[in-house]
């Protein structure tokens, strides 16, 4: 799946649908799995290249108990299920 970087809104809210990632307004990064909820990116390396994009290293584990877990990649704003 190909994600989407957002932007804060104009109350400086960050609205993530599922693929989408971005900084809120104080730089933290958050990012939401595709069938996931959002989660925050702290503890994980974020590159961010010339076009946008971001890559999270490493792998992101993202576990929401009754709706399963998501293991993956994203990379250049492409996820990428293991």
Do not use: K
């Not at 809210?13 to 809120?24: H, I, T, V």
């Not at 069938?35 to 961010?48: A, D, K, P, Q």
């Not at 994009?53 to 990379?75: N, Q, Y």
Request: glycine share 14%.
């Amino acid at each position: 799946m190909t994600g989407r970087r957002v932007y804060p809104d104009d109350e400086g809210q960050l609205r993530l649908a599922p693929g989408d990632y971005g900084q809120d307004a104080s730089g933290v990064w958050y990012a939401r799995a595709p069938r996931m909820s959002t989660g925050c990116l702290v503890g994980h390396n974020i590159v961010e290249h010339e076009d946008g994009t971001i890559t999270v290293s490493p792998l992101m584990v993202i576990d929401h108990g009754a709706r399963g877990t998501w293991h993956g990649f994203l990379e250049r704003g492409v996820w990428r299920e293991v």
